[in-house]
């Protein structure tokens, strides 16, 4: 899966087909958000539409409020899942509401809901997600898969325990530190994650015993 973003539907028509040019199966596409005042369902459903109808491999909706300020309306997602080239859609809100509103109402199609943190990820599957895509994974990749193969089995008294060690971690590396705490975070357990670029700095030695602290006091470390 390739990540494809810009803010006009023609260069993300560009960009989409050049990483399936370049082997992706599928393009990950999150909304445009520099003029998110005007990015209603109407032009949401337009730019998706035409980027899906252009695009030589599935596309992958992506709603990430966080970094965009801005949620792809249910309505949206409820009118393009039903396009046959847009498979599916990761979704970083963590609104289990508006996430189990959303497989109830697209799974008439085939059409995909997944979980885009291991944050909520638990809770996600239980409303019928099939999968996260997940930055934690990155670190703790065998302890993510491990949660959704329980999940998947049905051992939810398993999952929750480990979802309950999972919390914490995640958000330190995602909405709490950022890149510079997961690359970090990779760096401790033997992965590479090296610096960031900027304009993204280093943790400070404050921000990284706090960091070090929300993985130790959970096992982690």
């Not at 459903?45 to 109808?53: C, R, T």
């Not at 801005?70 to 393009?80: C, F, G, K, M, N």
């Amino acid at each position: 899966m390739a990540g494809s973003g810009c803010e006009s539907t023609r260069a993300t028509i560009q960009m989409s087909q050049r990483m399936a040019d370049a082997g992706a199966d599928c393009v990950l596409v999150v909304t445009p958000c520099f003029y998110r005042g005007r990015m209603d369902s109407r032009a949401l459903i337009n730019h998706y539409s035409k980027v899906a109808d252009s695009c030589s491999v599935p596309v992958v909706l992506y709603s990430v409020p966080a970094n965009t300020g801005l949620d792809l309306p249910v309505d949206a997602v409820i009118q393009l899942s039903k396009h046959p080239n847009i498979v599916g859609l990761k979704d970083s809100g963590g609104d289990i509401t508006r996430i189990a509103l959303m497989v109830q109402k697209t799974r008439s199609q085939d059409f995909q809901v997944l979980a885009g943190s291991a944050g909520f990820l638990m809770a996600a599957y239980a409303v019928g997600a099939v999968g996260g895509v997940c930055a934690l994974a990155n670190v703790l990749g065998q302890q993510v898969c491990e949660l959704a193969q329980l999940c998947v089995s049905g051992r939810w008294d398993e999952a929750k325990e480990l979802q309950y060690r999972l919390i914490e971690p995640n958000t330190a590396v995602t909405r709490g530190f950022g890149v510079p705490a997961l690359k970090l975070a990779m760096d401790w357990f033997g992965y590479h994650g090296g610096i960031c670029r900027s304009p993204l700095q280093p943790l400070s030695k404050a921000d990284l015993e706090a960091l070090r602290g929300k993985f130790s006091s959970n096992g982690w470390l």
